[in-house]
């Protein structure tokens, strides 16, 4: 039983793509993130979701569009894929914002080319 | 601006002995700490967390201490075995609703 899921795990692309990333999570929380890792480690939010509305939006370029159906679901959309959105994204999921722990997808590997 | 940042980007340790990864942060209003530990190729996997009301939590042969005077966190782990291998992140929420990582330390275990 995944808890929270990521599709798909493997993106290869080309510049000026658009692509979008699905997210899913069984645990029954109202609050969904998505995380960008760079090559060296670094993990940082871009946006955070609670009852499918938008409540943290980091400093991203409107390229990203996140998507929230249901609370069950949030995905993330790219238009005009450039090389540097190369990365590793990952979805996580809390009962609650913020001060809660935080449920990670097994993230999803974009390559740009 | 405030951060969450580790000492050490790289620890190795032989296994079977005691390891310490140290987490340095500097918003004075955080009031929940985390540590999550990612091994290669899979997401961050929570291990063990502390409120600021605390200075100590243990778990299953990790321990968390905090202190707040200097701002600073650390993470004991017992007997270090090979399994323990990964990049282990402190984070922290701020005191708002958001959680800020730190930069990561890759704890290799040598057998």
């Known amino acids: 039983d995944t808890a929270v899921s990521q599709t798909p795990k493997y993106l290869v692309t080309q510049m000026g793509n658009d692509k979008s990333i699905k997210c899913e999570q069984n645990?029954?929380?109202?609050?969904m993130y998505w995380y960008k890792q760079d090559s060296k480690k670094f993990l940082k939010i871009m946006f955070s979701?609670?009852?499918?509305?938008?409540?943290i939006n980091e400093t991203v370029p409107n390229r990203f569009s996140p998507k929230s159906p249901d609370k069950a679901h949030l995905n993330l959309h790219i238009n005009s894929l450039e090389l540097g959105d190369s990365a590793v994204y990952f979805c996580?999921?809390?009962?609650?914002?913020?001060?809660?722990?935080?449920?990670f997808g097994p993230g999803t590997r974009l390559l740009v080319l | 601006g405030e951060s969450v940042g580790l000492h050490l980007p790289t620890l190795s340790v032989q296994e079977g002995d005691n390891s310490i990864i140290n987490c340095a942060y500097s918003?004075?209003?955080?009031?929940?700490f985390i540590w999550y530990k990612q091994e290669s190729g899979k997401g961050p996997q929570f291990i063990i967390d502390?409120?600021?009301?605390?200075d100590k939590r243990q778990g299953q042969r990790v321990t968390v201490l905090l202190n707040k005077t200097v701002k600073h966190l650390s993470l004991q782990i017992a007997a270090t075995q090979p399994g323990d291998s990964a990049v282990y992140f402190c984070?922290?929420?701020?005191?708002?609703?958001?959680?800020?990582f730190g930069t990561g330390t890759q704890l290799k275990v040598e057998l």
């Open positions: 502390i409120r600021s009301n605390m």
């Open positions: 645990l029954g929380h109202d609050t």
């Open positions: 979701y609670n009852n499918k509305e938008l409540i």
């Open positions: 918003n004075s209003a955080s009031d929940y």
């Open positions: 984070a922290d929420t701020g005191g708002g609703n958001k959680l800020t």
């Open positions: 996580a999921s809390s009962q609650e914002p913020g001060g809660e722990t935080q449920y």
